[in-house]
């Protein structure tokens, strides 16, 4: 066994690393942890490791510094630097002083597993084969969960025991089969979703461990239900399935201290006799993890359970009309209002369950992005967002506010966007307005060099601005006319020039009835 010494100043990192990483598998052993520079050092010193990993930023002593000096007590230590983003180049800089490589925040398990690999091959190279080979055995099981899961949504069969040996790499036998997912919820899950990702990693690795009990073929990966896993087994051992479910349970709940307070429910399909039927088995499974949103209880066995009804929600033509026009006029407030009624009226259906609500939230999601692509949004970028958002939701109305609560800001964006760009043109028109107000400006000429025909740039103008445009443009040259009466010697004449009129009559009567007072009056007040 190699042996490591982790340091890092967040004690939650720490237990993570701990947590995370399969580290007698893979042939280490943790022999100290430290929380600065300075112990981490002694600690070295006293154990003499093999391996130290270590933050870049620590009281104490710096990560830099640490390795520096821990050199000089172990020439051939090894040592791995992590870092945030924002010390990306001083995490590069490490490798100047020998350190294996680095690592950015938050940690990635495949990531952290396939160095650790890489650090042990240089002593054997059989730890670099295993590796690959696990890892290719990965990636096997998680193509056919994810095409399990694809062929169950059609309703289609992925195949027969000899097509799924074949084409998957598997050695399924002649017996019983079924779908195991299960799901944590953790308070404010899309905004803690790295922590949400690290979990699902140590689940993952949980139920590893235990499918053996029960099984000698399995396959696990993680799906946006939660850690999926496909049991064939014999008929008297897949009756422990329920034993393995509790022991993963109680083994994932232990984490709490880590992870915080979280909500893991364990959903279990219905039992195949033939494994060409296990879509089906993916389906009932599935149709209870969505239903969790909607039920406490936290062990759904689909073969203890009731019929299950498959519910599809159907839009009625007004309220689609409707919230086509909210999104078409930018109403961020009549589009919350319309989903809160529609949302309120699926809750009071008596067959309402999480499947009708997925439902619903997939209609409505089809139904906004129909609309809000004529803006230029990314439909397909939303989607797919909103479509893994939806998992983390652990409530029927966390479901209701992210999807409303996401568009409004949408919608309130756009909105604020048409403003801006209706607005440039009267930005480009006082701009053009400001260069031109000596000469004998007319409403037709600023329109045309804006773009517009005068009767819609003159709506417009009123609009954005409060006054019409010659309004404006008198206020404009009554500004610059009382600057020059005050600040130079011009006669009245030549400043009623200067700002646009040749008759002095007319300029007289605009500037008193602007100022109160006529421009030879405003002038002795300056003289």
């Known amino acids: 066994m190699y042996r490591v010494v982790i340091a890092d100043d967040e004690i939650k990192v720490v237990q993570l690393m701990k947590k995370l990483i399969d580290w007698d598998v893979l042939g280490y052993e943790i022999v100290g942890t430290a929380n600065d520079g300075i112990s981490a050092l002694t600690m070295i010193k006293k154990l003499q490791p093999d391996l130290l990993i270590t933050d870049i930023r620590m009281p104490g002593c710096s990560g830099i510094e640490l390795l520096k000096s821990a050199k000089e007590y172990k020439e051939d230590l090894i040592c791995i630097v992590v870092s945030g983003y924002r010390e990306f180049e001083y995490a590069q800089s490490a490798l100047k002083y020998g350190a294996e490589d680095y690592i950015l925040k938050p940690i990635n398990k495949n990531e952290m597993t396939e160095l650790l690999y890489k650090i042990r091959a240089k002593l054997s190279k059989g730890a670099e084969l295993a590796y690959q080979i696990e890892i290719s055995n990965r990636k096997k099981q998680e193509l056919l969960i994810r095409n399990l899961k694809e062929y169950s949504e059609k309703g289609l069969s992925l195949g027969d025991k000899t097509t799924l040996n074949n084409e998957y790499g598997f050695q399924f036998q002649t017996g019983v089969s079924s779908v195991l997912i299960v799901k944590p919820d953790i308070r404010n899950g899309w905004g803690e979703r790295q922590s949400y990702h690290v979990l699902m990693e140590h689940i993952l690795e949980i139920v590893h461990q235990n499918l053996p009990g029960i099984t000698d073929e399995w396959a696990a990966a993680i799906l946006p239900e939660g850690v999926t896993a496909v049991i064939n087994s014999s008929e008297k051992k897949i009756r422990d399935i329920k034993k393995i479910a509790v022991r993963i349970r109680r083994e994932i709940e232990l984490e709490k201290d880590i992870f915080g307070d979280f909500r893991l429910t364990i959903c279990i399909g219905k039992v195949q006799n033939d494994i060409s039927c296990l879509y089906q088995s993916m389906r009932s499974a599935i149709f209870l993890c969505e239903d969790r949103i909607c039920s406490k209880v936290n062990l759904r066995i689909a073969d203890e359970e009731s019929e299950q009804t498959i519910s599809h929600f159907r839009i009625e033509t007004g309220e689609r009309v409707a919230v086509q026009e909210a999104v078409e006029l930018l109403v961020s407030d009549e589009y919350k209002k319309i989903l809160f009624k529609s949302f309120d009226a699926i809750c009071m259906d008596e067959h309402c369950n999480g499947n009708l609500i997925r439902s619903w939230y997939a209609a409505m999601l089809d139904l906004t992005l129909y609309r809000l692509v004529s803006f230029g949004i990314n439909g397909n970028r939303i989607k797919t967002e909103l479509l893994e958002r939806y998992w983390f939701c652990s409530s029927p109305e966390e479901v209701r506010d992210m999807i409303t609560g996401y568009f409004c800001r949408k919608i309130e964006g756009l909105r604020n ?44 103008f009123k609009k954005e601005t409060g006054m019409n445009y010659q309004d404006y443009l008198t206020e404009l040259r009554m500004m610059k006319a009382k600057e020059l009466l005050s600040e130079t010697n011009l006669s009245l004449a030549e400043v009623a020039e200067q700002v646009g009129y040749t008759d002095l009559k007319y300029f007289s009567r605009l500037f008193k009835r602007a100022t109160g007072i006529n421009p030879s009056e405003y002038k002795k007040l300056y003289s």
């Open 417 to 460: 966007e048409r403003k801006i760009q209706e607005a440039k043109p009267i930005t480009d028109a006082k701009k053009y307005i400001r260069e031109h107000y000596r000469e004998s400006l007319k409403l037709e000429e600023v329109s045309r060099a804006v773009g517009f025909n005068s009767t819609y740039f003159s709506s417009l």
